[in-house]
C-alpha cells in the first residue's frame, strides 16, 4: 500500500507525516519571506494618516495607515503597518501600540518606508519584529509537535 492510499484509509502515521511536511513547507516559506522583506531598502516618506481606535469586545480595532513616497521620481502610495494583518482578539490592542511605537519617524510628517526593490508597490512601514518571528516560531514549533505525534503513532 502506496503513502496515498494510507492517507484514505485514515492511517494516523501517513496523515500525520503529510501535516508535517504540509506545515513545514508553509513555515519555510513564511521564513524566507521575512528573510526577503528583512533586504528591502527604506526611503523617507510622507505620513498622511496613522490612527488606531481600540475596541470594546463588539466592535473590532481600527488601524488605519496611509503614506506616500519617491523613487526615482515616481510617486507610491502604501497603507500597510507592517506585513501580518491584525485580529481582533484580546491581545491586539498592546501588539499594535507596540508596533506604532516602532514606527521610525523623521522630522514632524515624515516616516521611514520600507519597499520592495523589484516591486515598490509592496510595502510598508515596519520590517519584520519579535511578532512576526514568534509568528515563525510557533509554527516550526507546532511542525515538530506534527511530526513527533507521526512519530508516536
Not at 484509509?9 to 501535516?19: K, P
Not at 528591502?40 to 488605519?64: H, M
Not at 514606527?103 to 511578532?131: A, I
Request: aromatic share 14%; charged share 20%.
Amino acid at each position: 500500500m502506496n503513502f496515498f492510499e494510507k492517507i484514505t484509509n485514515g492511517d494516523i502515521t501517513s496523515i500525520l507525516q503529510l501535516g508535517a511536511a504540509w506545515f513545514l513547507f508553509f513555515t519555510a516559506k513564511y521564513h524566507f519571506e521575512l528573510k526577503r522583506i528583512m533586504q528591502w531598502p527604506s526611503v523617507d516618506g510622507n505620513l498622511i494618516k496613522l490612527e488606531y481606535s481600540e475596541g470594546d469586545g463588539t466592535i473590532p480595532a481600527i488601524i488605519s495607515v496611509e503614506y506616500d513616497f519617491a523613487i526615482d521620481g515616481v510617486e507610491y502610495s502604501g497603507r500597510k503597518l507592517a506585513h501580518i494583518t491584525f485580529g481582533t482578539g484580546r491581545g491586539t490592542a498592546s501588539v499594535i501600540k507596540n508596533m506604532i511605537r516602532r514606527v521610525k519617524r523623521v522630522g514632524d510628517d515624515g516616516v521611514v518606508v520600507y519597499y520592495n526593490p523589484n516591486k515598490p508597490q509592496k510595502n510598508m512601514l515596519l520590517k519584520p519584529g519579535k511578532v512576526e518571528y514568534g509568528f515563525l516560531y510557533i509554527c516550526y514549533g507546532g511542525t515538530i509537535l506534527i511530526a513527533y505525534l507521526g512519530f508516536l503513532a
